[in-house]
């Protein structure tokens, strides 16, 4: 399992904040991104999934908590050619690269390639695709898994249907940041 070096990792962050920033590139920020790496350090998946790379921002930190677990990879899957290359290039950077696979592909066709279950899911794509996203992982979904969905606060109508399925069917709760919401579900089987 490789090691992170938490210095070079921090300035990796500002580095990705400061093009993100520049390039108008959308990511889940510090707050909620850290939020994402406690999840990951806590629940100590066997696989985690991304949904929506962008530049790996996100990415990085969730292989950063799986590395600091000593268990774990992530696989991470997104349409855009660019996010994907920029992922690649970021998870490499942070050492993390062998713990991680970086499929590129509309979410639904990249979940129904996997074949390893999911612990840990994380949707931060097309927010009107997101209960289709879900749909498409829940096969592979274990008893138990984590499901984070971002920018529940920014986009709520473009995700009702999504958010209404969760919060009827599991344990759902919001996380509020100063920027934006998450919803945290535990997926139950049954």
């Not at 997101?130 to 971002?150: K, R, S």
């Amino acid at each position: 399992m490789p090691t992170v070096d938490a210095v070079a990792f921090e300035g990796l962050l500002v580095d990705l904040e400061a093009y993100a920033d520049e390039h108008d590139v959308p990511i889940c920020r510090r707050d909620r991104g850290m939020f994402l790496y406690q999840l990951a350090k806590q629940h100590r998946p066997e696989h985690a999934v991304e949904i929506g790379a962008a530049i790996g921002y996100s990415t990085a930190l969730i292989a950063r908590a799986l590395a600091e677990n000593g268990t774990g990879r992530i696989t991470s899957i997104d349409i855009s050619p660019k996010a994907v290359a920029a992922t690649r290039t970021t998870l490499a950077r942070v050492g993390v690269a062998d713990i991680a696979t970086v499929v590129e592909a509309d979410g639904t066709t990249g979940l129904k390639q996997l074949t390893t279950p999911i612990d840990f899911l994380f949707l931060d794509a097309d927010k009107p695709s997101y209960i289709t996203y879900f749909h498409a992982a829940e096969p592979l979904l274990t008893d138990g898994a984590v499901i984070v969905a971002d920018n529940v606060g920014r986009f709520p109508d473009q995700m009702a249907d999504y958010l209404a399925e969760v919060r009827r069917r599991f344990d759902s709760r919001t996380q509020i940041f100063p920027e934006d919401k998450m919803e945290v579900s535990i997926y139950r089987k049954g």
